[in-house]
């Protein structure tokens, strides 16, 4: 192959490069770091808030996998943000479901959470099943232990495992995760501030600032 047929197969080959490259981008564009997102997308008629504020000036949003690691690691850094806020009626954290694949359990945890939700224990289930990860994550059927914290909870349980197991609890799973994709997650846990999505995992620090300078605005 002579100099020039080689010239010529480079430049074709990184024209081709260059075509597939933008085309994967084009079809699977990705959230801006300081992209608003929609916020219908981010809370719904059943997601699950701290505050019963009608329109507060800050919202934050996680959408959060019960069996993921992260999440089990950002979860006491979300419970001093609800303490230090907890009465200031212009602030909101919102918690929508996005169980991943991945995670055997997810699915059924959230379940657990929802069904809680059902007879005003959302929370509490919420914080118990976060705070015990370990005690579930890796068994084949956690129903029983989810029950136990039903009970602890002083629920009803013959209505909780009805709830468990609806189609009711599996819309809203459901939903929450549709609008997940719908505003580009694609992991575990992915917090927004008032539209504003936040990377990774956030310290107590980086999330009280970014509360803070919305407060103030």
């Known amino acids: 192959m002579n100099q020039d047929h080689k010239v010529t197969l480079w430049v074709v080959l990184g024209t081709l490069i260059l075509v597939v490259g933008g085309l994967m981008m084009w079809s699977n564009p990705q959230q801006k770091p300081d992209e608003l997102v929609d916020p219908a997308l981010l809370s719904n008629s059943t997601s699950h808030g701290t505050s019963t504020a009608v329109?507060?000036?800050?919202?934050?949003?996680?959408?959060?996998?019960?069996?993921?690691?992260?999440?089990?690691?950002?979860?006491?850094?979300?419970?001093?943000?609800?303490?230090?806020?907890?009465?200031?009626?212009?602030?909101?954290?919102?918690?929508?479901?996005?169980?991943?694949?991945?995670?055997?359990?997810?699915?059924?945890?959230?379940?657990?959470?929802?069904?809680a939700a059902l007879q005003g224990k959302f929370w509490e289930m919420h914080d118990m099943i976060y705070e015990h990860q370990t005690e579930w994550e890796n068994v084949r059927d956690p129903y029983s232990i989810f029950e136990s914290y039903a009970k602890?909870?002083?629920?009803?349980?013959?209505?909780?495992?009805?709830?468990?197991?609806?189609?009711?609890?599996?819309?809203?799973?459901?939903?929450?995760?549709?609008?997940?994709?719908?505003?580009?997650?694609?992991?575990?846990?992915?917090?927004?501030?008032?539209?504003?999505?936040?990377?990774?995992?956030?310290?107590?620090?980086?999330?009280?600032?970014?509360?803070?300078?919305?407060?103030?605005?």
């Open 55 to 115: 329109s507060p000036k800050v919202t934050v949003v996680e959408f959060g996998d019960y069996q993921c690691p992260a999440c089990a690691y950002a979860h006491p850094i979300i419970k001093q943000v609800l303490d230090k806020y907890k009465d200031n009626q212009n602030f909101t954290f919102i918690f929508r479901n996005f169980p991943l694949a991945q995670h055997s359990n997810a699915l059924t945890s959230a379940r657990a959470a929802e069904a």
């Open 152 to 217: 602890t909870l002083g629920l009803k349980l013959s209505t909780f495992k009805n709830d468990y197991e609806s189609t009711a609890v599996g819309n809203t799973i459901s939903a929450d995760q549709k609008d997940g994709e719908k505003v580009g997650v694609t992991a575990t846990p992915t917090f927004y501030v008032n539209g504003k999505k936040l990377q990774g995992v956030p310290t107590l620090a980086d999330l009280t600032k970014a509360i803070d300078s919305a407060l103030a605005q």
